[in-house]
Nanobody, 122 residues
């Protein structure tokens, strides 16, 4: 499975962005998927995850109420809608697929995209 993330950019505090992650491969739509982020000098941290059929979602406390993860399996695409963005949301955002045993632990994911940079600044 190959993952391609896009949608990052420069946005002012309070603004919104929608990240997309397109997965290639015959079984891509059968994987649970997640979003992580990594700010400069910090460890990669969990943001959100979604069940393969969209039936369950999970969010980090830091983004709960401001972000929505969704997926369109017909397009093999997972989205992360981010609202009310804050400067502390600045990071490279990565999508990942096929977690084993845990949604929130980066090492549990078997496949990773290349990342897309989100910068929140005035």
């Amino acid at each position: 499975v190959q993952l391609q993330a896009s949608g990052g950019g420069l946005v002012q505090p309070g603004g919104s962005l929608r990240l997309s992650c397109v997965a290639s491969g015959r079984t891509a739509s059968s994987y649970d998927m997640g979003w992580f982020r990594q700010a400069p000098g910090k460890e990669r941290e969990f943001v959100a995850a979604i069940r393969w059929n969209g039936g369950n979602t999970l969010y980090a406390d830091s983004v709960k109420g401001r972000c929505t993860i969704s997926r369109d399996n017909a397009r093999n695409t997972v989205y992360l809608e981010m609202n009310s963005l804050k400067p502390e949301d600045t990071a490279v955002y990565y999508c990942a697929a096929d977690p084993r045993g845990s949604w929130v632990v980066a090492l549990r994911y078997n496949y990773w995209g290349q990342g897309t940079l989100v910068t929140v600044s005035s």
